[in-house]
């Protein structure tokens, strides 16, 4: 996945982009980068993150930045914010999204004389700067945003830095958020707006699918107006968004309680203690416990200092040995006990399965899993928010191809809990990862709990429907 960040301020920026920036970095990537207009010129910095925390990376650079307009982000892969000279003028850009067809419009650009892209490691093309290629293409930077916006099949939220001001365009079916806040002297636009409070902004505007406006120290101009059509990702509530984040009038942690409340409602197993998964499980767990009258409790605890997000190494074994030593367990709240733990979801099941065997091995009477959504059968076509490099990696999707012998030609009686084939699905799984129960949370309350109406959010990896 990734963020951004964007200030617009009377005054100098760059402390507000660096903290404003930061608090993107749950989003378990792996570049970061700031770049600030200074009323003359651009000075930008971007450094590798793998292995330190952005605020401690990038914090001997807040000396050689000063300006009162700035841009910042964290990044999969590649280096961002890019700097740009083109007709439109000089400009930097920040892109978060997933571009499908990226091969396509790197060709259709090729093929055009005198054109070229700078290759990433293992030869792969920046998508930012395919990206700042499309919007070269218009007469102005809302005619370019527009057209990329047609152009791409995925989706793309961005930021342009310009020495007028801001673009923030969101992408066309709003799967990725975008807000707007709020000081005295100074705006800024987020991905996250869990970045506002504590810098002293107030929510002012939440961009609509594929609306365009430009931020100034000013004000709010709108370019180009929200489209009727929204699929808003139903992962940012359950997994991803930060928990005082708060997407289309509805906070993250209060969507996860009445989640796991609903999960409480629908179920009937006795036993002694409820339990989140950290840290994505623990809102949900609660939900539960509230719900259940059954004590909330930490059986295991995670080990932070060093650790860095399991799925942030690019190797799956390094990820799961570092998802399995994260977790300590608690000997005193494991022996003898009945444990029901809540996780946002279950992927590859290959960690839920090693903290399994890490209960057991501290003497747990039994291991209850409850998902905090429907299994998810198919691989994300829009956001990159999964290292999976094969929707065949989803452990349902190796239950559906045991269980048949092959692929079958639809998924659609997977997808429907009330089948005898979804319930053979959740039995096998539950037995390759050795839980005592499992039981999924059904779409249709996931989506309650969000509250949003259910056409406006994004269920496909769970139904295939888009």
Known sequence: ?????????????????YFGTDYHSHLGTSRGGMAVWNGNSFVRSIHNIQNIQFRAKFEADLSTMEGNMGIGC?????????????????????????????????????AKQNAHFLEMSRGVINPTEVVSSLIDEGDSFKDGILKA??????????????????????????RTPLVVGEKEGAFCVSFESCAFPNL????????????????????????????????????????????????????????????????????????????GIP????????????????????????YTPTWSRSFMPQDQNIRNLVARMKLI????????????????SIVRGTQMRETTELLYACNAKEVHIRSACPPLVY????????????????????????????????LDK???????????????????????????????????????PWDNVCTYCWNGKE
């Not at 916006?149 to 709003?174: N, P, V």
């Not at 059509?229 to 984040?245: E, T």
Request: a negative charge; one cysteine or more; hydrophobic letters at 35%.
């Open 1 to 17: 996945m990734g963020g951004l960040f964007g200030v617009a301020s009377n005054n100098n920026c760059v402390m507000d982009l």
């Open 74 to 110: 964290i990044s999969d892969t590649e280096a961002q914010p890019l700097l740009v000279y083109s007709h439109l003028g000089h400009y930097s850009i920040t892109t978060v999204g997933r571009i499908n067809n990226i091969q396509d419009l790197a060709n259709k650009a090729l």
């Open 149 to 174: 916006q047609e152009a791409i099949d995925g989706s793309c939220t961005m930021l342009i830095l310009t020495s007028e001001g801001i673009y923030a365009a969101r992408d066309r079916l709003g």
């Open 200 to 275: 002293g902004y107030q929510t002012k505007y939440e961009l609509g699918p594929g609306e365009i406006i430009l931020l100034t120290p000013e004000g709010i101009e709108k370019i180009s107006p929200p489209q009727d059509k929204m699929k808003i990702c139903a992962f940012l509530w359950v997994y991803y968004g930060y928990p005082s984040s708060t997407y289309e009038g509805m906070n993250v942690e209060v969507m996860r309680y009445r989640n796991g409340a609903a999960l409480a409602r629908n179920d009937d197993v006795e036993v002694d203690l409820v339990a």
């Open 279 to 302: 840290d994505s499980g623990i809102a949900h767990a609660i939900g539960y416990s509230n719900e259940s009258q059954v004590p909330y409790g930490r059986p295991f605890i995670k």
């Open 329 to 344: 367990p608690i000997n005193e709240l494991v022996a003898k006990k009945r444990l029901l733990f809540c996780d946002d």
């Open 379 to 410: 691989g994300c076509k829009y956001l990159n928010f999964s290292r999976s490099n094969s929707e065949l990696d989803l452990v349902a999707r190796q239950a559906i191809r045991e269980l048949e012998g092959n692929e079958p030609a639809s």
């Open 414 to 452: 997977y997808c429907d809990p009330h089948t005898e084939n979804y319930n053979c699905m959740v039995e096998w799984i539950k037995n390759r990862l050795n839980f005592k129960t499992l039981k999924y949370q059904s779409l249709y309350d996931m989506l309650d709990a969000i509250g949003l």
